[in-house]
């Protein structure tokens, strides 16, 4: 499968997280990327590099004053206090219900807050940077698959599906899996369905999608009621106005094993089916995986090249996503794992 790489994601490198009060460090690190890498490249998958700006792309999905926060927030961070070149900003004060977020407030700090939905996602200096090359990466798979490629892996960090469209939250600044949607309806797909398997709902590509009828999401994720975001992914969320049939949660209690999964996953295919769309976009989370430190599914290795066969049934051009998965020295060959079964004649 051709796949689309880029060492840029490595500018990306905030050094703590917060994790029941105290810091620690980045469940979401450089080592992700660099492991997926080396099991493309051991398993013989041809690799090159982003050739698409996916700037149109990404004002048609996100904000132009949350995209230009990001853009400059590393240097407004430093011009608040150079010291600040060795801290990580983090929101502090959100506009929650009855405060306001339609005024965007001039101070830095308070701006954090309108644009984070949560206090998870540390920007360092190179994150502009890398979560663009990442988009890039997006748009240039969808390019290949809109040019008749079967299918291409986006294999990209920060991951992106809850980025929503304007805010960024849960390791995600910018949607990929949106950017790779938007991108093949652009190129003529009339219909685009995404499959998001991430263990977390991807929040941001739901809200991206919710009242549009040519982008159908169908997401298998755990629980919102015990499992982050918490606060969206329930079953009641069918999309609104123009869009309403046209998404799809279902959500599974954290422990759950392969059998009931890949069940909700014959559902979630039907539904893609019956949508008849040009192409696929996978949000391929692999934080599924049954020893991932912050997820509570039980996949193993083989149900992920599973996975990837019952992927490749649906028939359709596909654009493979990296999303979460933080089981990093296992990650690699769980990722060619579902490149394997796709690929399997
Ligand atoms: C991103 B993706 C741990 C809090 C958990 C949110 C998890 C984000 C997962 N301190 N942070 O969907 O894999
Ligand atoms: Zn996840």
New binding site residues.
Partial sequence: MRTVFTPHHALHAPAT???RGER?PC??KVERARSVHEALIRSGHRIDAPEVDSAPVLAQVHGARYLNFLETAWSRWLALDPANADRQPFPSTWPIRTLRADREPAEFSAQLGVYSM?S?TPICAGTWAAAKAGADAAATAAHWVSQGERAALVATRP?G??AGPDFMG???FLNNAAVAAQALRNAGCSRVAILDV???H?NGTQAIFYERADVLFVSLHGDPLTE??FFLGHADETGAGAGLGFNLNLPLPAGTLAPAWFDALATGEQRVRDFRPDALVVSL?L?TFEHDP?SKFKLSTVDFHTLGQRVAALGLPTVFVL????ATAELGLNTTAVLAGFEQP
Avoid: K, R, S
């Fill in positions: 997280e917060f994790f620690v469940f979401e949560d998870g991951p599906h809850h849960g390791y995600c991430d263990y977390h991807g982050f975001p989370g934080d912050i999303e979460g998965g933080y």
